[in-house]
C-alpha cells in the first residue's frame, strides 16, 4: 500500500449545455454566487467542496458528472490504481497555478477523477 494519502472528494465537475441556465439553478441550489465566473468555467465553493460547471463537458469531453479524490501524490496514486486494475484515461496535467489532475475509469466504465494541489 502506498503512503500517497486521500482527503475525499472536494471536487465534482458538471457537464452544461447551457452555461447561463445551470449557473442560474446551481446558484440557486447552493445558496451563494460562483466564485469563479468565466465563459468556459464556473465554479461555487461551498462547506469546503468545488462544484464546477463545464460547457459541453470541456477539452476532455465530460459526459457526466465527475468526483475528484483530493490526493497528496497524482503519479503515486496513479500507479497505485492501474495497479489494482484502473485504466488511464487522462494523465496528470496542470491546469493551472501548479493544481494536477487525472482521471482514470474503474472496471466498469466510470470515471475517476484525481488531483493534487500544491505543495
Known sequence: MSDSSNEGIKTVLHPVSDL?????VYTALLGTPPQADGPYYVGFDVAGQHIGLVP??????????????????????????????????????????????????????????????PH
Open 20 to 24: 447561463a441556465a445551470a449557473k442560474a
Open 56 to 117: 459541453g463537458g470541456g477539452p476532455q469531453a465530460m459526459t457526466s458528472p465527475v468526483a475528484y479524490w483530493h490526493v497528496s501524490d497524482i503519479e503515486a496514486k496513479l500507479a497505485e490504481v492501474t495497479a489494482a486494475g484502473a485504466t488511464l484515461k487522462e494523465a496528470a496535467r496542470d491546469v493551472g497555478g501548479g493544481r494536477l489532475v487525472a482521471t482514470v475509469t474503474d472496471p466498469d466504465g466510470n470515471v475517476l477523477g484525481l488531483l493534487q494541489d
